[in-house]
């Protein structure tokens, strides 16, 4: 697709369309080139005619938080979409139902949850993303996830075509869904139980305490970066890379966090090659040392 014929829908609509973006901004690596173009847009209506035009015609990639991505230094030759504020909203159904927009910050929708003496939704605190990732992934921790309160997904396809997604209807695994990647997710709607606001805001600062002690904060870095090889092994994957892979070991400023060997740092200015060499590192001597393959919990765009 031509940027002429984007350039002109960017005339019509109320999102914001940005050519040439520069995509280290928009994740917790801090790494990567530019976008052909970026839109965020204003509500669903601007959405959905952007992908009635460009849906089948033109590469888009969905970004949420940014934080499990790295993306490459020649950038992305196609549309990155944000979803803006409007996706963000959270609110209360009866029977403890709570309704969040893709774009709602993970952590947020926890703390909203414990206002309302909502339970059952506060290991949401520990993840480090939005509500739309969470459901690509079937995001987890401390022995909960997605798939353990989600009632239904609504989303819209590359047709701008509305649909609400029982999950029931959903086939979840670790760390994934069957989900198409060509559907974008609006929101979602979870199942809490009754908690006392005091109660679920205690667990919620238990839960992160854990976190804190255990993870490294205030760095670049992405979330896990390998899944634990449940299939493979009972160790987990942090323990795996302890046993396989000198200290200290960098590739530029591509590093292993000292506090988690399953978060990988960019000390200063670390390149998309260096991050990549890191990588392809970690997994070629966890298979030498214990003959286990490991697959990326992050996602690479090229």
């Known amino acids: 697709m031509s940027i002429d014929t984007l350039k002109k829908f960017s005339e019509q609509t109320n999102g914001k369309l940005i050519f040439d973006y520069d995509l280290k901004k928009t994740n917790w690596f801090n790494i990567g080139g530019n ?11 601007d959405l959905i005619d952007f992908l009635k035009k460009f849906g089948k015609k033109e590469k888009i990639f969905i970004l949420g938080a940014g934080s499990n991505v790295l993306i490459n230094d020649q950038g ?51 993840i480090p993303g939005s509500i739309g990732g969470g459901i690509r992934m079937n995001s987890g921790c401390f022995g909960s996830e997605f798939k353990d309160i989600l009632i239904s997904v609504q989303a819209v396809d590359i047709e701008g075509k509305v649909l609400t997604i029982p999950s029931s209807n959903i086939n979840f ?35 992160n305490k854990q976190k804190e002690k255990t993870q490294p904060t205030k760095i670049k870095t992405s979330g896990s970066t390998f899944k634990n090889p449940i299939s493979q092994t009972s160790e987990k994957v942090w323990k795996l890379i302890k046993l396989s892979v000198p200290k200290n070991i960098s590739f530029g400023d591509a590093t292993i966090s000292e506090k988690h060997s399953n978060f990988f740092v960019n000390k200063n200015k670390a390149t998309y090659q260096d991050m990549k060499k890191l990588i392809d590192f970690v997994r ?16 690479i765009i090229n």
């Open 35 to 45: 976008a052909k173009a970026y839109f965020k847009p204003e509500n669903l209506k």
């Open 76 to 126: 992305f030759d196609g549309v990155v979409i944000k979803l803006g504020k409007s996706f963000s909203n959270i609110s209360i159904l009866p029977n403890k139902t709570i309704i969040a927009g893709s774009a709602s910050i993970d952590k947020r929708v926890a703390e909203f949850a414990s206002e309302n003496d909502i339970g059952g939704l506060e290991f949401l605190s520990c």
């Open 173 to 207: 695994e670790y760390r994934k869904t069957d989900l198409p990647r060509s559907l974008i997710f609006l929101s979602a709607s979870f199942q809490g139980t009754f908690k006392n606001k005091i109660e679920a805001k205690k667990q919620i600062e238990i839960l």
């Open 284 to 299: 070629r001597e966890v298979k030498k040392k214990t003959g286990i393959n490991l697959d990326l919990e992050i996602e």
